[in-house]
């Protein structure tokens, strides 16, 4: 355990170097989500959303800040992590990916730490942006002082979860550019960041559970949204949990795949 943490550690502190060196970062990464809120909340204005808007059938006009503002604070958490994934890319290209798996070192701790370490610098301004915009919005309805507790560990749970899995498929191809553009802005448009999945057709509504984040963002708006109990979210938490299961089997399945590839080519630079 003692050598776990400190590979943990170890890749912590060598995604903070590598990726975090400069202050005007961590300024974009406040000033970018908040303007896409911003942006994302004055697209409604031109409509009409009144009582009897079709909108208001899912979600109503004193609740959309809320809504808006619960959405993007989980995209900026798996955003962060789709965006480490790719950067993977550059250090296979500079021979580190291959320097490390070439050692001892547990292959999920680097992975895992990875994205622990993405994560946490990646979404800590804007999610103290997010914990102060959430006392001038309306419709914040809490079961309970534990509610917010519980929606940020289940963001990030599964948002480590989701980087683990995403730093895996990145090791299958040399320049997996695509991939980021394939799980980027679908998961923007079909997570319930911005309209919530059950006023998508039924063709969007099946690309919408594709992704974790969707339910995800169910869980979080039904603690801070709904005032849900803990009984009654039990059938969600449990299919989340299902999710991240099958998202941590794959990942130790193709780790094992793409490593095995590595030994029988005994090139991770180039394939």
Sequence with gaps: MKQLGSLLLAEII????HSFHSKMIYFSLLVWPVINFVTAYYSFAPFRMGADSPLARFISYEQLPLFLLTGYLGYIFYWCLVQSSWQMSFERQAGT???IFISPV??????????LSSLIEG????????????????????????APPLAFLILLVSA?????FLCVLFLFSRDASFLYTVLDEPMLIFSGVRLPPMAFPVWAKVISFCFPLTYALQLIRELLMEGASLQTMLPSMGLLAAVLLVLVTATVLLLKQAEKHMKKTGNMVMY
């Design 160 to 164: 480590i979860v989701w980087g683990g």
């Design 106 to 115: 547990n292959r999920l701790a680097f992975l895992y730490g990875r994205s």
């Design 14 to 17: 060598k995604e903070h170097r």
């Design 123 to 146: 979404v800590w301004l804007f999610f103290c942006f997010a914990l102060l915009a959430l006392f001038f919005v309306d419709g914040i309805q809490l079961s309970g002082w534990w």
């Design 97 to 99: 990916m291959e320097m």
